[in-house]
């Protein structure tokens, strides 16, 4: 790998380790607070939220200046959503406006992948930066149950700063203080993040004008007949994966009468999967196999619905990482070849800005619709049973939707797999 990688991997894993603590110390806030289950179902949908809203934007931001300085830019907005919590704002407001910083930072810590290393080496740097960032999430999920549980918590509250009032009363409060820090370390790193060499593409003067490159660039990339399968997979599989990590939560409290910190340990046990998955994948998948691994979304679907008769731990821990291996395993190839087709097509910021904007759309309608069935009073088990179902049968459909294209478009899903197959270097 290129001089710079090991940086932008390690700016990536304290930032992606500071999200998910603050995800796990988002919801142990409401849950003290008393709010009802629908509320901390909302916190994934609404951290989307500004993904969808601002997808337009967000790419031809980072194709117009040094992707290291949005990186900055980004984990300052989101140290700006911490402190809004720790200020009374209400935290659903609060951790849309972390998602806003997300929103910006995503496309330029994939973006610059593609400027900086060549075709051949991007599955197995998707596998490292899918490797770290669920090295993140396992990290920081159990980091954030620990800061709001018994053992960690009384010992932040007991910190004192001379002169300082500063209203940090309550665990899950304190745990985000500290949380703020480790956006400070990300920051350090964002600050050596070399430059690519990749020439830059000037904002228009007019911003409106890229809501209709944004429509013209998301219309090229469902129309490519190995972009649309990609795309396809890995927005239902994002989906999935980002309501996942409170369909987890919701369930350990159903099944195992687990607390917010207990729970946040079996999220771990998926990343762990996920990330198995992932550096298998990097290893063995080409480029041009990438569509193989379709199957494999189907029975995500089909194994999300076991969860809900799972009563032990000892079955629990294997079947969550046997799904998070799955899910590791489908989404490295197939998020290799969608970034490189949409960095032939248009560029890498807007293409993953593309992607951002149906992944996080997809992570929104989930999220809406589990929040839906629990509003509707459907326990979690029967609201886990739907959810799986659903995503199954679209999975299935992708399948044959990408049978279709192989029959139909043979000549041209020939042509573009054989562009997968070059290697310039």
């Avoid at 601002?54 to 117009?64: I, N, R």
């Avoid at 219309?219 to 996942?244: C, P």
């Avoid at 099944?255 to 999220?267: D, I, N, R």
């Avoid at 009073?377 to 049973?385: D, H, N, R």
Wanted: hydrophobic share 55%.
């Amino acid at each position: 790998m290129k001089k710079g990688f090991s940086t932008i991997m390690s700016a990536q894993f304290f930032s992606s380790l500071a999200d998910n603590a603050l995800f796990i110390a988002a919801v142990e806030l409401l849950r003290s607070a008393g709010a009802p289950e629908w509320q901390r179902v909302l916190l994934i949908p609404l951290f989307a939220f500004f993904y969808v809203v601002l997808a337009p934007f967000v790419g031809a931001f980072a194709d117009s200046i040094p992707k290291g300085r949005v990186m900055l830019v980004s984990n300052g907005i989101k140290v700006v959503g911490c402190l809004m919590m720790l200020f009374g704002m209400h935290p659903l407001l609060a951790y849309s406006v972390v998602g806003l910083g997300a929103a910006a930072y995503s496309p330029a810590k994939y973006g610059i992948l593609t400027e900086l290393l060549p075709p051949s080496q991007l599955v197995k740097a998707n596998g490292w930066i899918e490797g770290l960032t669920i090295a993140s999430i396992i990290l920081g999920v159990l980091l954030g149950g620990q800061l709001v549980g018994p053992a960690i918590a009384p010992h932040l509250l007991a910190l004192d700063l001379p002169g300082i009032e500063t209203h940090i009363d309550a665990p899950a409060e304190a745990a985000i203080a500290a949380i703020v820090l480790l956006y400070a370390v990300a920051a350090v790193y964002n600050v050596f993040i070399p430059r690519t060499g990749a020439p830059l593409q000037p904002l228009p003067a007019r911003l409106w004008t890229l809501v209709a490159d944004f429509r013209t660039c998301n219309r090229r990339l469902w129309h490519d007949k190995l972009g649309q399968i990609s795309l396809a997979t890995t927005t239902l599989f994002w989906g999935v994966a980002g309501n996942l990590r409170y369909i987890v939560l919701a369930w350990a409290a159903a099944a195992l009468g687990y607390t917010t910190t207990q729970a946040s340990s079996l999220v771990g046990v998926v990343a762990i999967g996920t990330a198995v998955g992932a550096v298998v994948a990097s290893m063995s998948m080409k480029l041009d196999r990438a569509t193989a691994v379709i199957p494999l979304g189907i029975a995500m679907g089909l194994l999300v619905i076991v969860m809900v008769v799972i009563r032990d731990l000892w079955v629990a821990v294997p079947f969550l990482m046997m799904l998070g291996a799955l899910g590791g395993y489908l989404v490295v190839p197939m998020n290799a070849l969608l970034q490189h087709r949409g960095h032939n097509l248009m560029g890498a910021g807007r293409s993953i800005a593309v992607q951002n904007f149906n992944e996080q759309a997809c992570i929104l309608v989930l999220g809406a619709f589990y929040a839906g069935m629990t509003i509707a009073g459907l326990s979690a088990f029967g609201a886990i049973t739907i959810f799986g179902l659903v995503v199954a049968g679209t999975m299935e459909w992708i399948r044959r939707w990408h049978r279709s294209n192989q029959v139909e478009h043979r000549e041209e899903v020939e042509r573009l797999l054989a562009i997968a197959r070059r290697d310039p270097h």
